[in-house]
């Protein structure tokens, strides 16, 4: 038997009509990501393996990188979607005799929300575009006052709210741990129509121009890229990011550990905004129907900075000395693929809270 351990949710970047919908460089694996790297736990410290359990509008095809995100092992497996589908898949990963399980549901994109009505309604019955990702271990793992931790819980996924809250119930909970859970306005840039449309059908089959990345280079550097993968040298105590399996400082390749830096709260120390011509080609199709777009250098750890796309946000937005999160969205189309790596978020004041 299995406890909640931690749940987290991923809602997309920007708002229409009220609602949260996908963004120009989101889709339902960035939502997946961002749900899932709020559940995942300790950093780069535990490989045992984990079954995900996915429901929704996720596409098989990004099963591989699932492992990626967790930095774990994972057995992924299909399931029902809808809100029956939701609460059975909760059931069976809290019922099961060992190790850690994964309850992952997605709603991303228009019509695509069907396929798991029920699942994450909002206040008045509409939908947000939401990942939801429930983590159950085997009991003891939650320490006392830690049973559950929810990021970003304002604005939408009350049915999620009831599935955990039943979920405490049956194991005998306060439901304080859980909540309260508030419904705010939600915040982000409004998106027109219009400009969505403009990249609805960008595919993922461009030819590189530009900074052309293979993609065995690629993955190699994915922990870098989306996990912020540093290594630490035991012998000088030298941080080097992105890993290159030698230390920057003394350039020994023996005594380095892999370390997860903050991907959130990174400390912006420059700024510059990349306007129509400037940017490389790989961006043209994005530069063409939204304009310029804003770059931060940022700080995410002492003495460790890292150029990062600005997202959900107007050029010009941050400055320096502002704080910003990541997330992992897409980049751009090479090789008949999406690329994905992190981009930089406005840091927003926390949802209230209610009651």
Known sequence: MRELVRAGIGRAGSVRDGRRVLGPDEDAFTL?????????????GDRTPVRVTV???????????????????????????????????LEEARAGPSGD????????????????????PTADGERDDAAVAVWFGERGAARSGEALRVGDTAGGPLALASELYRTAVREGRDGSWGGPWSVTPPEGPTVEPS???ALADLRPTAVSEGAYVPRPRYLENLPSRWNFAAERCRTCGTTTF????????????EGLETVGLPTDGALVVATTVIGSGAQPTEFDPQVGALGAYGVVLAEVAPGVRVTLQLTDASPGEVRIGDRVDTRLRRLYPMEGEWRYGRKAVPRRPPPRSSG
């Open 32 to 44: 997946a990501a961002t749900a899932l790297e709020r559940v995942r736990g300790p950093r780069f």
């Open 55 to 89: 429901l929704g509008s996720l596409p098989p095809a990004t099963d591989w990188a699932i492992s990626v995100v967790l930095e774990r092992p994972v057995e992924v497996v299909r399931s029902v979607s809808g809100a029956e589908g939701f609460d059975r898949a």
């Open 101 to 120: 399980a994964v309850v992952l549901a997605v709603v991303a994109g228009g019509a695509e929300t069907a396929s798991c009505d029920g699942v994450l």
């Open 195 to 197: 400009k969505l449309r």
């Open 242 to 253: 992105p890993s290159r399996g030698r230390c920057r400082s003394c350039d020994r390749a």
